[in-house]
């Protein structure tokens, strides 16, 4: 690599965005769940009953109205209560790159990008699809490059953050000058939708971020002022899921029953009362190492898992109340779509800004993880 490209300035050139089209309202969500719950108790008359869930409950709790699942029927069939995907022969692409590649064509056609310039792909998600081949290099292969590396990397819902700053160091090193980083969350595989704690939190999507050295990108980009990670271990949000399950011994796991502990598990109020101070600092100390402060932050996109999570977090690095414009939301529509929430908002609500504007893109999650990354709008 070149002297020049050492010295090379990361920015966000574009984003991509693959939605589901089915989509499960509350309603919906709740109506299946209650029948489920009724069957459940019919059958186990000496168990814990199951309680019914309630569309004001979730809406109130979380501010979220609605989800995009990439197939409702079995999700929503009482009898079922869990997605249903064809399996798939090696020789067809997986389902998890399927949709990644939906969403890296929609951020390379919004740059006007050719593949051939990008140098590599980082598949940044919270669950894969597979141990190997990794699902980046299969995106790599499907979407025509014939150059350059791929990886996979799971922060939960922090991985789209912790990739961006992968990338931008990649750009700062001179080690590549376009990269995607991508994120296909398919929630729904590993949700336990007979969990009435937890089965309205999430959704279905894909998102793709490019990531470039300044002097190729396109006129409008934001380009990128900081990134910071951080983690500190916790045990209040969980997926066991994992190869050595087997090696347990315990046989089969029982999927009739409401309570599954390899699927999602989490502790969602202490997740909201630990995670909101820790994110709060976070950024503010992020922002002040940067010569900024909440005055100088046109717009928030905050990782999307609960609309008062994010109202707290904004009103203490804003100094304000935060509005819709200071700070969207999509969880209403998505739910909690792990590290593509924050993506998500900044795709659909980015393009109004103007030049010079700053924000900030914001992950946080289980491990728990947290990323920053502030920008300034070029245009
Ligand atoms: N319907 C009706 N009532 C309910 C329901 C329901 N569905 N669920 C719970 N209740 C009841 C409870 O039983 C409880 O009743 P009681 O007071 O009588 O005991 C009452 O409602 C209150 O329960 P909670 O205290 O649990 O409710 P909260 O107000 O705390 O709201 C939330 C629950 C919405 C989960 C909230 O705590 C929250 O959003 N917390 C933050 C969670 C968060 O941000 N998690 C991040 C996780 S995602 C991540 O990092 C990576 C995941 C990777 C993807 C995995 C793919 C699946």
Redesign the pocket.
């Given at each position: 690599m070149s002297q020049s490209a050492q010295t090379a300035i990361p920015v966000i050139s574009s984003t991509g965005l693959y939605t589901p089209a089915d989509t499960i309202s509350n309603e919906e969500l709740v109506e299946s769940f209650n029948a489920y719950a009724d069957r459940y108790n019919a059958a186990h008359p000496d168990a814990e009953p199951l309680?019914h869930?309630?569309v004001e409950?979730?809406e109130k709790?979380?501010g979220i109205k609605s989800r995009h699942v990439i197939d409702k029927s079995a999700i929503l069939d009482p009898d079922i209560m869990e997605p249903r995907y064809r399996e798939r022969p090696n020789d067809e692409i997986s389902l998890m790159a399927e949709i990644g590649v939906a969403a890296c064509r929609d951020a390379l056609a919004n740059a006007g990008r050719d593949i051939a310039d990008v140098d590599a792909v980082l598949c940044a998600a919270?669950?894969m699809q597979r141990g190997y081949p990794a699902m980046a290099v299969e995106i790599q292969h499907e979407l025509g490059m014939v150059r350059g590396f791929g990886f996979d990397m799971n922060v939960?819902?922090s991985s789209a953050t912790f990739g961006i700053q992968t990338a931008a160091d990649y750009i700062r090193s001179g080690n590549a000058r376009s990269v995607l980083v991508v994120n296909p969350?398919i929630?729904s595989g590993?949700?336990n939708w007979r969990d009435?704690?937890?089965?309205?939190?999430?959704g279905d999507v894909a998102t793709a971020i490019l990531i470039e050295a300044k002097d190729m990108a396109p006129a409008t980009h934001w380009e990128i002022l900081g990134t910071r990670l951080k983690t500190q271990f916790s045990n209040n949000?969980r997926?066991n899921f994992g190869f050595l399950n087997r090696g347990h011994g315990n046989g089969p796991v029982d999927q009739s029953g409401p309570h599954n502990d390899k699927l999602?598990v989490?502790e969602?109020?202490k997740?909201?009362k630990e995670?909101v101070p820790m994110v709060g600092q976070m950024i503010i100390e992020h922002a002040d190492s940067l010569g900024l402060t909440g005055a100088d932050l046109r717009r928030l996109w905050l990782h999307q898992?609960?609309a008062g999570?994010n109202r707290l977090i904004s009103h203490k690095v804003l100094g304000h109340e935060a509005s819709e414009d200071d700070s969207p939301t999509v969880l209403d529509t998505y739910a909690?779509t792990?590290s593509a929430g924050s993506i998500i908002a900044f795709h659909k609500h980015n393009e109004d800004l103007n030049a010079g504007d700053i924000g900030l893109i914001c992950s946080f999650?289980?491990g728990y993880s947290a990323g920053c990354v502030f920008m300034r709008k070029v245009a």
């Open positions: 309680t869930s309630s409950f979730v709790a979380s919270s669950n939960a819902c969350e929630t590993h949700l009435r704690d937890s089965h309205f939190i999430f949000i997926n999602f989490q969602g109020r997740v909201f995670v898992a609960n999570m909690n792990s999650g289980a």
